[in-house]
């Protein structure tokens, strides 16, 4: 029943963004399935004339886009994005964020940053009092990983690297992501800033005062929380 009422409620907030997005303007594409919703009824919009161009997060998210005939543009060919959307793993009461769950935390991270507002959309079950039940997902350089993962312990982390048909999982960069469980971060500004001093972490999940609004359910009714 959870995950039906989380399919309906994916839908919901997936939608409510598409309010967001004006003609004219560049968009930011997430990757997942709540994006999924925002993507489809974008691609509905395009068909009624909407005039847009999206800046996709995944290979996925680019596929997809195609298939619903959402026109793209590269970042290199624009000076900013106007409003980017994206799914999370977890968001605290901040609107702080662990996002990765899809490996593409990368892109997505660089995408919300050019955006001039970055909207979140999740269910119900991914708002938490503190970060850190879902592991935190580390994108690193297949080079000495081992040796990165022996650094991200030191962090207080249990280090496990993601694994795709027995063999390691590679983002759309080359890269492995380690999913590195905290239980409870504390200080996830700390964090997100000494777990990218290691030399071999390209970056990680942790999205610190970066979403502007989150488009949520609570108590069976849809939400919008601006950050304040
Ligand atoms: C992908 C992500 C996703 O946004 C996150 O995992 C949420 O996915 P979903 O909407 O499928 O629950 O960060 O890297």
Redesign the pocket.
């Known amino acids: 029943m959870k995950g039906d009422n989380a399919l309906i409620e994916?839908m919901e907030v997936g939608e409510k963004a598409a309010e967001f997005v004006k003609d004219g303007m560049v968009v930011g594409l997430?990757?997942?399935?709540?994006?999924?919703y925002f993507m489809s009824k974008l691609g509905h919009l395009v068909q009624q004339g909407l005039s847009i161009k999206g800046v996709p997060?995944?290979k996925q998210t680019e596929k997809l886009a195609l298939e619903l005939g959402i026109p793209l543009v590269s970042l290199n060919e624009i000076e900013q994005i106007d409003v980017a959307v994206?799914?999370?793993?977890e968001i605290d009461s901040e609107l702080n964020l662990i996002?990765?769950?899809?490996?593409?935390?990368l892109r997505?991270k660089i995408i919300a940053n050019a955006a001039k507002t970055f909207i979140v959309?999740?269910?119900s079950h991914?708002n938490v009092d503190t970060l850190g039940t879902f592991p935190l997902?580390v994108e690193v350089v297949p080079f000495g990983y081992e040796m990165t993962m022996k650094y991200i312990r030191e962090l207080g982390g249990n280090p496990k690297l993601r694994q795709k048909e027995a063999t390691p999982f590679l983002t759309d960069n080359g890269n492995y992501i380690i999913d590195t469980s905290f239980q409870e971060i504390k200080k996830p500004r700390d964090l997100e800033k000494n777990l990218n001093l290691i030399p071999g972490v390209v970056d990680n999940?942790l999205f610190i005062d970066m979403a502007d609004t989150v488009i949520t359910i609570v108590d069976n009714t849809l939400v919008t929380k601006i950050r304040g």
Request: no cysteine; proline share 4%; glycine share 28%.
């Open positions: 994916k997430g990757t997942g399935s709540t994006v999924y997060t995944s994206d799914g999370a793993d996002k990765g769950g899809g490996g593409a935390l997505e959309v999740a269910d991914k997902p999940g």
